[in-house]
């Protein structure tokens, strides 16, 4: 299986902030790389496919980048609602599988 | 919008089955433009795909898992189903339903059902 490792496993951020988001697969797994955004209690929700799409829907504040194994999810002014846990994901290669997750606390 | 709700027992012991049912409205289990699937979530593994099934009833699983897995399809009722035989502690988790287009994304997910498994 291939191995998908976030950094950091969590950050303290404040509102208006720039944050970013970094995943790491363990082979190349090309563009094939999606992040959700998961809140407590809830299901994550798709948030980018492709490394860089936006899913309809979602704030023009989030972005992605990366190619091959090194991979980053931006958001360029950390709003209120934006304080979750955000996991990358590949699809790749069966079986997909997750990074572990990133945790944005408020500072 | 297209919607998916888990069904089951959440409290299971060792060495039972677990067995759960996505109902899915708002889109057609038939679409040939989706796979249907399960993911669960816990603390020490994380979220792990289980596996998923396409409309025809071609199955898809983590090897992992593979020996104890079934996933089927009811197209006339707008479900599919998950078992998973011989639980153990570590199976407990929330386990979520999930709409995935061809191997990629995962979209929409259901609420999720928390399995627990404890003698």
């Known amino acids: 299986d291939i191995q998908m490792t976030q950094s950091p496993s969590s950050l303290s951020a404040s509102v208006g902030d720039r944050v970013t988001i970094t995943c790491r697969a363990s082979q190349n797994i090309r563009t094939n790389l999606n992040w959700y955004q998961q809140k407590p209690g809830k299901a994550p929700n798709l948030l980018i496919s492709g490394t860089s799409s936006l899913q309809s829907g979602v704030s023009s504040r989030f972005s992605g980048s990366g190619s091959g194994t090194d991979f980053t999810l931006t958001i360029s002014t950390l709003q209120p609602e934006d304080f979750a846990t955000y996991y990358c994901q590949q699809s790749d290669s069966t079986p997909p599988t997750f990074g572990q997750g990133t945790k944005v606390e408020s500072k | 919008q297209v919607q998916l709700q888990e069904s089951g027992p959440g409290l299971l012991k060792p060495s039972e089955t677990l067995s759960l049912t996505c109902s899915v409205s708002?889109?057609?289990?038939?679409?040939?433009?989706?796979?249907w699937g399960w993911i669960r979530q816990s603390p020490g593994k994380g979220l792990e795909w289980i596996g998923s099934v396409y409309f025809t009833g071609g199955t898809y699983y983590n090897p992992s898992l593979r020996s104890r897995l079934a996933i089927s399809i009811d197209t006339s009722k707008n479900q599919f189903s998950l078992k998973l035989t011989s639980v153990t502690a570590a199976d407990t988790a929330v386990y979520f339903c999930?709409?995935?287009?061809?191997?990629?994304?995962?979209?929409?997910w259901g609420q999720g059902a928390l399995v627990t498994v404890s003698s």
């Open positions: 999930t709409r995935e287009l061809a191997g990629t994304t995962v979209a929409p």
């Open positions: 708002g889109a057609s289990i038939s679409d040939a433009t989706y796979y």
